[in-house]
């Protein structure tokens, strides 16, 4: 019989801060050259004007030279003022493998509306800070994460009925199948990677939720070889355990019950035969990610796994 632990009673891997490596930086000129050069043809239409250049044709020659002032000093404004400014898109991840991004309950205005940001989890446990979710899935991420930041609240800190163990932090996070369409923006001097999900097939995303210091454990178990989703059943000895393990394996059922509906009472089996228990998030539910949102095995009380009838 296999001895079954929890991967969620070990910290989450700690990602380093990763800046995308083709990122570059928009060069505009700066304010103090505009400046200067618009003070020197300034200057010199001035003279052109009012100094002992009398002849209409003197004025006039000089006048023009002034027109052109006014007209490149307002392209430099125009290239100085533009913001955000912005890389062309590029992708990250592996094309093969599933990445994350995790929510941190901030949002931003971009283009018009409002936005979630958060951290993009990469197949290889790599982590991007700064990333703004923009297009489809941006409102219901932010309603998603809400509603479990509420229930954080009501719940954290009471006592799992069942293992007798406090109830511990939830955190919703959200699978893409596949590459991630990334752009880079720079706002008022701070740079972000703003994910274009409408360049990503619906498919490919959805959502999810477990312990938060597990949720880095959640994306290496997922683009594990071998990795086997299943059912844990009602009798399971998983919810007895005085663990963090336990507590999730009970805990999803309790926040599914109190609206944020999905699923609960699941599980990932690593080959090395740890176990994450799992929340499934109704939307975003992409098809292609159908084995982790409906899985079509059973983890037996007994430790047998056997592929649902």
């Not at 103090?32 to 200057?43: E, M």
């Not at 899935?137 to 954290?156: D, E, K, M, R, S």
Request: hydrophobic share 40%; glycine share 12%.
């Amino acid at each position: 019989m296999p001895t079954w632990h929890g991967s969620c009673n070990r910290g989450g891997s700690q990602g380093v801060n990763w800046r995308v490596s083709d990122e570059r930086q928009c060069v505009n000129p700066s304010p103090l050259y505009c400046l200067t050069v618009a003070r020197f043809f300034w200057a010199v239409t001035l003279k052109a004007l009012f100094g002992p250049f009398s002849s209409v044709m003197g004025a006039l020659k000089y006048a023009v030279i002034g027109v052109v002032v006014v007209v490149v000093v307002a392209i430099a404004l125009v290239l100085l003022l533009q913001t955000p400014h912005r890389v062309p898109v590029h992708y990250v991840g592996y094309s093969g493998g599933y990445e994350a991004f995790v929510p941190n309950g901030q949002t931003m205005n971009y283009n018009g509306h409002t936005d979630p940001i958060g951290t993009l989890i990469l197949s290889n446990g790599t982590t991007i800070q700064n990333v703004v979710w923009d297009g489809q899935y941006a409102g219901t991420i932010i309603q998603n994460h809400n509603q479990i930041v509420q229930l954080n609240n009501q719940f954290v800190g009471q006592t799992d009925p069942v293992n007798n163990q406090p109830y511990v932090p939830l955190q919703d996070f959200y699978v893409i199948k596949g590459q991630v369409p990334i752009e880079n923006v720079t706002i008022n001097g701070q740079t972000y990677y703003v994910i274009d999900a409408d360049k990503i097939n619906p498919a490919n995303i959805a959502g999810f939720y477990t312990y938060q210091g597990c949720v880095p454990n959640f994306v290496v178990a997922i683009n594990t070889p071998g990795v086997i989703p299943a059912r844990l059943p009602g009798n399971s000895p998983v919810y007895t355990w005085t663990n963090v393990t336990g507590t999730v394996a009970y805990q999803t059922g309790l926040y599914e019950g109190h609206g944020v509906g999905g699923g609960s009472g699941v599980v990932l089996i690593e080959p090395n035969e740890t176990i994450i228990p799992y929340g499934i998030i109704p939307s975003p539910f992409g098809s292609a990610l159908f084995n982790f949102t409906t899985p079509q095995y059973v983890l037996w009380s007994n430790g047998t796994i056997i592929p649902l009838p």
